[in-house]
């Protein structure tokens, strides 16, 4: 890419760009969840599960459409072995009476439709904590091992510049998914495949900032005169062909995945493609420029 050949943006000095753009971003977001929170699965708040058998042509995503009504709020459906569905919902009330509920829809919405209870289970409320807990345990736990990793790898410095850049990706990432639930027409319930979206976003988004930040340590050896902040610009710039390539490539994965992936795995392919996103710009507008300003506070604590 031509474009990219030698650049020369000015990405350090104008740091604050970034930090306002962050900052509105993250206040977006804090003030969501503060108001309108989000939408959570049956995995982490309970329900019912159904399977049926004999639902031969049914489409998931009219099955889904036909039960809205009915139960109230939009239920999970997904095809479920050769000939079945499986139905997923957080309606509250006797699993006898959401059942038949779902099976008197399906016959009078479907001409022909005659669907058979195969398999019924309950996600308990416990359960759904558990499950919640692990999901929190996960997302902590992986940022805990990057810092450490980081840290070895290089030093302290560094591992706070990804570990910001990291909770800044998730951070704003949930807002998203706090801010357009209801608004978009797929489901941005928070279930167990987002949050290995999400755990998929902080590799992602470490893999760029550690690309960076070992040309940083290169070139802070090779520039040895000039300055920090400039060493950092450098790097940056250094390799932003290969950021730029490597987005755009995994942008067209997700992308396809998206628009071709179906309803179901709508949620998670928005995830992805959002966390590509944010995650490039936050190795260059949030990890790098934290470097730099511990780096410039730790050469006025030694002068």
């Not at 969501?32 to 489409?59: A, C, P, R, Y």
């Not at 022909?112 to 919640?132: I, N």
């Not at 340590?217 to 710039?237: A, D, G």
């Amino acid at each position: 890419m031509r474009i990219f050949e030698n650049p020369s943006f000015s990405f350090i000095p104008n740091r604050r760009v970034g930090y306002i753009i962050s900052g509105i971003l993250l206040l977006a977001s804090i003030v969501s969840f503060s108001t309108k929170g989000l939408e959570q699965g049956i995995d982490f708040q309970g329900g019912m599960e159904f399977v049926l058998g004999n639902t031969e042509g049914l489409s998931t995503v009219a099955v889904r459409n036909a039960l809205e009504g009915p139960l109230g709020s939009q239920p999970e459906v997904k095809t479920f072995g050769e000939t079945g569905l499986l139905v997923r919902t957080s309606v509250q009330g006797e699993i006898t009476e959401v059942e038949s509920r779902i099976l008197s829809t399906i016959r009078s919405n479907f001409e022909g439709a005659d669907p058979r209870l195969e398999k019924t289970d309950v996600v308990g409320p416990r359960f759904a904590e558990d499950l919640k807990r692990g999901a929190i345990y996960a997302v902590f736990g992986a940022l805990g091992v990057i810092f450490l990793y980081i840290l070895v790898r290089f030093e302290w410095r560094y591992s706070m510049g990804a570990v910001a850049a990291l909770v800044h990706d998730v951070t704003i990432t949930l807002g998203l998914f706090s801010i357009l639930s209801g608004i978009v027409p797929f489901s941005l319930q928070i279930d167990q495949s987002i949050i290995a979206a999400f755990l998929t976003i902080v590799g992602y988004s470490l893999n760029d900032t550690v690309v960076v930040f070992d040309r940083v340590r290169e070139y802070k050896n090779l520039f040895k005169t000039e300055s920090f902040p400039t060493v950092v610009n450098r790097s940056i710039n250094g390799t932003l062909s290969r950021t730029v390539v490597t987005s755009t490539t995994t942008l067209i994965v997700t992308m396809i995945l998206f628009i071709f992936g179906g309803e179901v795995l709508r949620g998670f392919s928005f995830a992805l493609t959002f966390g590509v996103v944010i995650g490039t710009y936050s190795s260059v507008f949030v990890a790098s420029p934290v470097l730099v300003e511990l780096e410039k506070r730790a050469e006025k604590a030694t002068a």
